[in-house]
């Protein structure tokens, strides 16, 4: 099976595969659950095409083996977050902006947190770039500790063994052969939709702070323009 690259070859999942085999996806996905580099690299289209690679039996591992290790190091790698989070703690909102750290990730992420709660740290796992930074924001915030493991662990196993049983189920339909470059760029592009929606909303609240501050602005003297010609009369 041929894919098309996705990108750079560092970022094509069949690349990724084939060159590092089932240790190079495990550390991915640690990498992309908890570190702050790891934010870029493509976790859902990678689990996507290793359930798919079980299938056809170009990687010779069990399926319920490559669930159980994907979801253990989507686990390991939030638990490294939180535990980065809780360490640096406000200094990472105060760290500038480099070519691989971007302070607005860490708004996102925390936006995110704030708007819902522990549950979080299981619908971050399917926003790309949120998944990244989330749980380092649960360690910011001292999350209880009891709370993030049990949602640390829903969320690895739901995403992880999730969109790893999707790509091989998927795999023994002929059509997804046949189309497998369109399915992986449709993956990639669901993952973005969330991104978009959250810009989107942001700048339409950003739109409507500012004509709400415009008119704030006018009301004062409006009402002054009003009172001076009433007085003239």
């Not at 060159?19 to 493509?42: H, K, N």
């Not at 480099?98 to 740290?121: C, I, M, T």
């Not at 998927?170 to 993956?187: A, P, S």
Request: aromatic share 10%; with cysteine.
């Amino acid at each position: 099976m041929n894919t098309l690259a996705l990108g750079p070859s560092w970022l094509d999942p069949d690349y990724l595969i084939n060159t590092f085999g089932l240790a190079g996806v495990l550390l991915i996905v640690f990498a992309e659950s908890g570190l702050l580099i790891g934010f870029f690299l493509p976790g859902d289209s990678l689990l996507f095409t290793t359930g798919l690679l079980v299938t056809t039996g170009q990687l010779d591992t069990p399926l319920w083996l490559v669930c159980v290790l994907v979801a253990l190091a989507a686990i390991i790698g939030d638990q490294v977050g939180y535990l980065f989070g809780r360490k640096v703690g406000p200094s990472l909102f105060k760290r500038p902006d480099s070519r691989l750290f971007k302070q607005e990730n860490v708004e996102k992420a925390h936006d995110f947190f704030e708007k819902y709660g522990p549950k979080s740290l299981v619908l971050a796992r399917f926003v790309p770039v949120v998944r990244t930074f989330t749980p380092i924001i649960a360690g910011v915030s001292r999350m209880n500790y009891r709370s993030f493991i049990t949602f640390n662990i829903i969320g690895g196993i739901l995403w992880g063994v999730g969109v790893t049983v999707l790509g091989a189920l998927l795999g023994k339909i002929d059509f997804v052969h046949e189309n497998i470059e369109m399915i992986l760029i449709l993956i990639v592009l669901v993952s973005v939709v969330p991104i978009a929606i959250e810009y989107l909303r942001a700048r339409s609240k950003s739109k409507k702070a500012a004509a709400s501050g415009d008119r704030d602005d006018e009301g004062p003297s409006s009402s002054t323009g009003q009172r001076g010609r009433h007085a003239k009369r």
